[in-house]
């Protein structure tokens, strides 16, 4: 199972917890916002993606499954 | 499917052989044209003129082989996007008259001098895609929408019921889901999609969004058939195709070209050129500046515009004189863009100000390199990162700026700023009257 990060622009503020979780996939912009890899999420950081997703306070970030 | 829908009465009009098309008509062409002259002229249509239940299919495959693309800026096939909502449960179609593009002025014509044209595309749309409603969403302002749908209902000529909508004048409000979202009854602010409106669109509705002048074209596919269609333009862009001509031009105006023609054919038909230009901003202001000698030469179509580096958009074509200061024009309208940003994502609502100012040192002081690295930056920082395509847009204007006006960046830096204008050359809402 593999899947990508998305972030919703609209509901995302700027908490910056998905990059203090997953900095090896997310970083912040010069606004604090948060930028994305685009790349699939790999297998050994799958779990570290979970924890930032749930971790969002506005529930912005998501984990799409394919 | 509904039998026994009306035929929309009126003599078989004339296929007009060559151009104008839309804008065929009387000699005032300011004139709203009456619904009796206009079937006169164009002819009446059959709603499933095609025959029995096969008669929407074979809409949707006619504007299909006829190659219609959308004229609101994207370029999307018509009929795919029509199949999209077909045979969904209640479905709506929206006509997008709500033109944003400040300096784009062919759907507000449309619908002032030819409603009846747009609104059978709406109906014939409606009809094949299945939906009994049709919302026409406009500018707030004066129009002649509402008298031409009353003109209709006094004759009864459409099995689906029209109500004209008007539109907050902001930018983004003309942008897909934002309208979408201001039709169900909320703010006119754009939305994260999916789902995307013929999925999920007005009221929780599969929506059809068309543009005003994409369903006017669909209109005359259905009374003529896609061969005529095909008869002007060229085989990867066929069809004929509204233009805002503006700047340094005898007649600024909307005109209808073929598609395909070179740029300077919308020069030409506007008159000529008044003055020396340097360069012409393509597409309005989501779309891109191009050198004079580059821009006269390209043809007008989505794909020739995009290997240009530039963008159809909404088809505003605007000649730059060459005393004016191309950054500081593009910096007036940079600074107006981020002002209208919607304020709902982050990197637009931060981002867009702060690309503003770096374009206006920029045009002050000139080619400061650790300001031309920021903002550089920034402009790909933005990109793609909102809910809708605003801050794409804007940034893919800012760095056709900073392409097309390099020597003027490199003048600046030598100390040498452009004169003061006469006049901002970019029209925006807010200006008074240009002289």
Same mark, same amino acid.
């Given at each position: 199972?593999?899947?990508?990060?998305r972030v919703n622009p609209i509901t995302c503020k700027a908490h910056g917890i998905c990059a203090e979780l997953l900095p090896e996939l997310i970083s912040l912009d010069e606004w604090g916002y948060p930028l994305l890899d685009p790349r699939p999420v790999p297998a050994h950081l799958?779990?570290?993606?979970?924890?930032a997703v749930a971790d969002c306070p506005t529930l912005a970030l998501t984990l799409t499954k394919e | 499917m509904t039998p026994g829908l009306p035929a929309i009465p009126g003599p078989a009009g004339l296929a007009?052989?060559?151009l104008p098309r839309l804008l065929l008509g009387g000699p005032d062409p300011a004139r709203p044209m009456p619904l009796a002259e206009h079937l006169d002229r164009h002819g009446g249509f059959l709603l499933r003129g095609f025959g029995g239940d096969h008669g929407p299919t074979m809409l949707i495959d006619a504007v299909e082989r006829a190659g219609l693309t959308g004229h609101g800026g994207? @370029?999307? =096939?018509?009929?795919? /996007?029509?199949?999209?909502?077909?045979?969904? !449960?209640?479905?709506? *179609?929206?006509?997008?008259?709500?033109? @944003?593009? =400040?300096?784009?002025? /062919?759907?507000?014509?449309?619908?002032?001098? !030819?409603?009846?044209? *747009?609104l059978d595309g709406a109906v014939l749309a409606a009809d094949a895609v299945g939906a009994r409603e049709v919302i026409v969403a406009l500018h707030t302002g004066p129009s002649s929408a509402q008298a031409a749908v009353n003109e209709r209902l006094a004759a009864r000529l459409d099995p689906v019921s029209i109500t004209v909508v008007h539109m907050p004048k902001e930018y983004v409000a003309s942008e897909e889901s934002a309208l979408v979202?201001?039709?169900?009854?909320?703010?006119?602010?754009?939305?994260f999609t999916p789902p995307r409106p013929y999925e999920r669109g007005v009221n929780g509705r599969s929506t059809l969004v068309q543009n005003a002048e994409t369903l006017a074209h669909l209109a005359l596919i259905a009374r003529h058939g896609d061969q005529w269609f095909r008869s002007v333009g060229t085989a990867d862009a066929p069809g004929s195709l509204l233009v805002t001509v503006a700047g340094a031009v005898q007649r600024p105006g909307v005109y209808e070209l073929a598609s395909g023609v070179p740029l300077s054919t919308a020069f030409d038909a506007a008159g000529g050129l008044t003055e020396p230009i340097q360069a012409v901003l393509v597409g309005g202001y989501f779309g891109a500046w191009l050198p004079a000698e580059t821009a006269l030469q390209v043809r007008l179509t989505h794909a020739d515009l995009v290997a240009a580096g530039a963008a159809l958009g909404a088809g505003v074509l605007l000649a730059l004189p060459a005393w004016a200061c191309g950054l500081a024009e593009s910096q007036r309208v940079a600074s107006w863009l981020a002002s209208q940003s919607a304020g709902q994502c982050g990197p637009c609502t931060l981002g867009l100000p702060a690309i503003a100012e770096d374009l206006a040192l920029l045009s002050r002081s000139g080619n400061t390199s650790n300001v031309r690295n920021r903002l550089e930056r920034r402009l790909s920082l933005?990109?793609?990162?909102?809910a809708c395509h605003h801050p794409d847009g804007t940034a893919r204007f800012v760095a056709s700026a900073l392409q097309t006006f390099s020597a003027d960046l490199a003048r600046h830096r030598?100390?040498?700023?452009?004169?003061?204008?006469?006049y901002p050359v970019l029209p925006l809402p807010d200006d008074p009257v240009a002289p």
């Open positions: 199972m593999t899947g990508h990060l799958m779990a570290h993606a979970r924890r | 007009p052989a060559g994207a @370029g999307f =096939p018509t009929a795919l /996007k029509m199949r999209a909502v077909a045979g969904r !449960r209640r479905p709506v *179609v929206v006509v997008n008259a709500a033109e @944003g593009e =400040p300096a784009s002025r /062919k759907d507000a014509l449309l619908m002032r001098i !030819r409603p009846h044209l *747009v979202r201001f039709l169900s009854g909320a703010a006119a602010l754009p939305t933005v990109e793609g990162r909102g030598r100390g040498n700023p452009c004169p003061p204008a006469r």
